[in-house]
């Protein structure tokens, strides 16, 4: 199976901060990354596909970018709702597998 | 509007069968242009997925599951199913449903859950 691993596995942050969260493959997935959001109580909510393709409905504050085994998640300018937790999944090869998450707060 | 919903027992007894249904409105599950998944989140920790079913009834299991995991489709009802058999605590998990849709090229696609349920939440306890 694929490890995905998540960095940090929480952060303090305040409104308006650039937030960057990282996540690595154990081995490579090319662009095959998926990035979701997830408020307690909620389902994950999908923000950004094959690595760097933003969701329709998602703010463009959000972007990714990476290939092979690291990749990157940035919110530039956190906002109040995006205090969340960030998962990080990969579908380069079944078993698809997720990264523990990586919870952002105040 | 996609909706997807979850339903099902929200307590099992050790050794039995979890059975949970995801009910589809505003698309076909027949659809050639979507795989359908489960996917369970453990209290706290990471999610985890249990396995996909397209339209033609292919399905694709998570290894750490297969020999207790059935995944199956109910067109007439614009549903799709979970049936995890041999339950034990570990299978206590928030259970969500998911599309997938799909692009790419020949020998690679591009999957990503874009619509859920809200989760279902499964306690196993005698």
């Known amino acids: 199976d694929i490890q995905m691993t998540q960095s940090p596995s929480s952060l303090s942050a305040s409104v308006g901060d650039r937030v960057t969260i990282t996540c690595r493959a154990s081995?490579?997935?090319?662009?095959?990354l998926n990035w979701y959001q997830q408020k307690p109580g909620e389902a994950p909510k999908l923000l950004i596909y094959?690595?760097?393709s933003l969701q329709y409905d998602v703010p463009s504050r959000f972007s990714g970018s990476g290939s092979g085994t690291a990749f990157t998640l940035t919110i530039s300018s956190l906002q109040p709702e995006d205090f969340a937790t960030y998962h990080c999944?990969?579908?380069?090869?079944?078993?698809?597998?997720f990264g523990q998450g990586t919870k952002v707060d105040i | 509007q996609v909706q997807l919903q979850e339903s099902g027992p929200g307590l099992v007894k050790p050794s039995q069968s979890l059975s949970l249904t995801c009910s589809v409105s505003?698309?076909?599950?027949?659809?050639?242009?979507?795989?359908w998944t489960w996917i369970r989140q453990h209290p706290g920790k990471a999610l985890e997925w249990i396995g996909n079913?397209?339209?033609?009834?292919?399905?694709y299991y998570n290894p750490s599951l297969k020999s207790r995991v059935t995944i199956s489709l109910d067109t007439s009802k614009n549903q799709f199913s979970l049936r995890l058999n041999s339950v034990t605590a570990a299978d206590t998990a928030v259970y969500y449903c998911?599309?997938?849709?799909?692009?790419?090229?020949?020998?690679?696609?591009?999957?990503?859950?874009?619509?859920w349920g809200k989760g279902a939440a499964v306690t196993v306890s005698s």
């Open positions: 079913i397209y339209f033609s009834g292919n399905t």
């Open positions: 999944q990969q579908s380069f090869s079944h078993p698809w597998t």
């Open positions: 998911a599309r997938v849709p799909f692009f790419g090229g020949t020998n690679y696609y591009y999957y990503y859950m874009d619509v």
């Open positions: 505003g698309v076909s599950i027949s659809s050639d242009d979507f795989y």
């Open positions: 081995q490579t997935i090319r662009n095959y």
């Open positions: 094959a690595a760097s």
